[in-house]
């Protein structure tokens, strides 16, 4: 059974760097052709897509949030990271992990795994 599990602190100061860590366990990150994306979920609003990191290693952002976004893997740790810079209010969200063999959806069913989601907020 895979499981997600995402770390990080739970407030960030505006114009600093988020930075969330996806620990996946019970499968590997390398699995082919599975994508590990991070999905935020700003306050009264959807599901967010933000980018992903492949099996191979390869990354792909959404393109509104690419110039802030950088997603990086540990494959030692079996672990993906999401570091999000200059940060605003607007940030504000429930960032969740997830994993499937599809990325850039935003909806629950497209995705095979979730993490449970961590609350950030965004303020001085």
């Known amino acids: 059974q895979v499981q997600l599990q995402e770390s990080g602190p739970g407030l960030v100061k505006p114009s600093q760097t988020l930075s969330l860590t996806c620990t996946v366990s019970?499968?590997?990150?390398?699995?082919?052709?599975?994508?590990w994306s991070w999905i935020r979920q700003p306050p009264g609003k959807g599901l967010e897509w933000m980018g992903a990191?492949?099996?191979?290693?390869?990354?792909t952002y959404r393109p509104s949030l690419k110039r802030r976004t950088s997603i990086s893997r540990d494959t030692s740790k079996n672990q993906f990271t999401l570091q999000l810079s200059s940060v605003t209010p607007e940030d504000t969200a429930v960032y969740y992990c997830?994993?499937?063999?599809?990325?850039?959806?935003?909806?629950?069913?497209?995705?095979?795994?979730w993490g449970q989601g961590t609350q950030v907020t965004v303020s001085s």
């Open positions: 990191v492949a099996y191979s290693g390869s990354t």
């Open positions: 997830a994993g499937g063999r599809r990325y850039s959806g935003n909806s629950r069913d497209e995705y095979d795994y």
């Open positions: 019970g499968g590997s990150i390398t699995t082919n052709y599975y994508y």
